[in-house]
């Protein structure tokens, strides 16, 4: 697959996932339909699961039941990783329960052994109707609550304020992420809302420097993190540059900006992230004359 020079996979992949994916707001399921899909390049995977991840966003909650048709669904074994990956980072950000039904022996071998591995639940069941009657099991277990809200913040927003500077002659608007835990949507979603605020009361668009120096971001606040982060620089930004990155938070950044065709602009220091900032205005500059 020619991902960045042919982009037909690109639109096939949101397309089989624009059909495929459906949400009953009532049950509280998402059901993706799998079925007669093939996986052939791990770039399906990724793309599919991307879109997954927007339809999600766009859906009015936060979390579902999964009711996932297999079908006749074929997965590569070069495939395998970034399904299970992706898989789990969805899982962990969204579900409240998944259910899998009618996978082929090859499947069902996949699932229950990556479920022995990493220690969850396989619920995979021969037919849609005992898998809904699973989760109606599994609804029973999660408290009415949690169906309606979501837990508050642990990172108030004063703390985030004081984390957000501007630098009006550098046109940079520099944030701190210094030691923070991200732990899930709902800080990913008080860091984003604090910036947003922030940037609206400029009335301009900024050069954003931004310091992961130890930094820790959940498997659960990933996805919002990075859609947040799109929706702000697409508004916001004439640039971002990052520096103090963990490996881990590095290679996830370079993985995207490859899926997702962005510079990923990560750097060890400061000084290296402000050098790089200072091209890219002068870059701007050159274009604007």
Not at 141 to 166: C, N, Q, Y
Not at 172 to 187: H, N, Q, S, W
Not at 211 to 228: E, G, K, M
Not at 258 to 264: E, I, S, T, Y
Request: hydrophobic residues 40%.
């Amino acid at each position: 697959m020619q991902l960045l020079q042919n982009h037909e996979p690109i639109l096939d992949m949101r397309a089989e996932a624009d059909a495929r994916i459906r949400f009953d707001a009532e049950a509280v399921i998402m059901e993706a339909d799998f079925s007669d899909l093939a996986f052939d390049a791990p770039a399906q995977v990724e793309l599919f699961y991307d879109r997954l991840e927007e339809l999600i966003a766009a859906s009015g909650r936060q979390k579902w039941f999964f009711l996932v048709n297999y079908h006749n669904c074929r997965i590569q074994q070069p495939c395998w990783l970034a399904h299970s990956m992706r898989g789990k980072r969805l899982n962990v950000t969204h579900s409240l329960g998944s259910v899998r039904f009618d996978a082929s022996e090859e499947t069902t071998r996949e699932i229950r052994a990556r479920a022995n591995t990493e220690a969850f639940d396989a619920n995979l069941f021969d037919n849609r109707e005992d898998a809904l009657a699973r989760i109606e099991v599994l609804k029973q277990a999660v408290p009415a609550w949690i169906l309606r809200t979501r837990r508050p913040s642990r990172i108030a927003k004063a703390e985030v304020d004081g984390r957000i500077s501007f630098h009006p002659h550098e046109r940079i608007m520099e944030v701190d992420f210094t030691g923070l835990d991200l732990d899930g949507a709902p800080e990913v979603d008080m860091i984003y809302d604090t910036l947003e605020e922030r940037l609206e009361q400029t009335g301009r668009k900024w050069f954003f420097l931004v310091d992961y120096t130890d930094c820790r971001i959940d498997l659960r606040a990933w996805i919002p993190h990075s859609q947040r982060g799109k929706r702000l620089n697409e508004h916001w930004a004439l640039g971002a540059v990052r520096y103090g990155t963990s490996p881990e938070i590095a290679a996830e950044i370079r993985k995207q900006a490859a899926r997702k065709d962005f510079v990923p602009n990560v750097f060890s220091t400061r000084a290296e992230a402000l050098e790089r900032i200072a091209a890219m205005r002068g870059a701007l500059s050159a274009d604007e004359t």
